[in-house]
């Protein structure tokens, strides 16, 4: 046995797919059935489905500078009412 494919991962696979085909879990070559070629085929009717690498990365890196943004700005909120209370408080006491 070479080891390669998903053998040495640390988890307990019930399978995987390698460039020379399926592998079961006690990494015995089974060659590929005319089900499992058709299900690992590529469809093109699904295609433009496909979720493209830079572009999801983008949606994720604008995803990451808001919510950087909603919480610099509930932080400067709240530094906010703090100091306008503690002036509050002591406008009251030198009254």
């Known amino acids: 046995m070479d080891g390669g494919?998903?053998?040495?991962s640390?988890?307990?696979?019930?399978?995987?797919?390698t460039e020379h085909g399926f592998q079961s879990r006690r990494q015995i070559h089974v060659e590929p059935?005319?089900?499992?070629?058709?299900?690992?085929?590529?469809?093109p009717a699904l295609a433009r489905f496909k979720s493209y690498r830079k572009g999801a990365a983008s949606i994720r890196r604008i995803g990451d500078y808001l919510t950087i943004a909603v919480v610099a700005g509930c932080c400067y909120e709240i530094y906010?009412?703090?100091v306008?209370?503690?002036e509050a408080r002591k406008a009251i006491k030198s009254e």
């Open 5 to 8: 494919g998903c053998a040495g």
């Open 84 to 86: 306008t209370r503690e």
């Open 80 to 82: 906010v009412r703090a």
């Open 10 to 17: 640390g988890e307990e696979t019930v399978g995987c797919v």
């Open 33 to 43: 059935g005319a089900r499992e070629k058709a299900l690992l085929a590529s469809d």
